[in-house]
């Protein structure tokens, strides 16, 4: 099983950036995503998540700015961040979980398969 992200960049505060993460070697339909962040000097933490039935869950710190969503044909999950900020600036890494979205951590202690991150890089 693999994970692969893309779609960060530098961008100016304010602007937008879709984060792309396809998975292959299993049915994307058959498991719940996320998307974590890790700035430099702080914890790993979540950003969204979402069931394989397309519930989601987001961060307080983005609600409102960022969603995410997936397409299964595509078999790629997809977080949409609106409104950048500096503070938004972490390398963005997608995840997999086979026991569901309960079992999606808030630190991704536990998740079961990972892409390499994308940086995303905010200016003021």
């Known amino acids: 099983v693999q994970l692969q992200a893309s779609g960060g960049g530098s961008v100016q505060a304010g602007e937008s950036l879709r984060l792309s993460c396809q998975i292959s070697?299993?049915?994307?339909?058959?498991?719940?995503e996320a998307w974590y962040r890790q700035a430099p000097g702080k914890e790993r933490e979540l950003v969204a998540a979402?069931?394989?039935?397309?519930?989601?869950n987001v961060a307080d710190s983005v609600t409102g700015r960022f969603t995410i969503r997936r397409d299964n044909a595509d078999f790629t999950v997809y977080l949409q961040m609106n409104s950048l900020e500096p503070e938004d600036t972490a390398v963005y890494y997608c995840?997999?979980?086979?026991?569901?979205?309960?079992?999606?951590?808030?630190?991704?202690?536990?998740?079961?398969?990972w892409g390499k991150g994308t940086l995303v890089t905010v200016s003021s």
């Open positions: 070697g299993m049915k994307s339909s058959l498991v719940a």
């Open positions: 995840a997999a979980q086979t026991g569901g979205l309960v079992r999606v951590t808030t630190t991704g202690h536990g998740m079961d398969y």
């Open positions: 979402i069931s394989a039935s397309g519930i989601t």
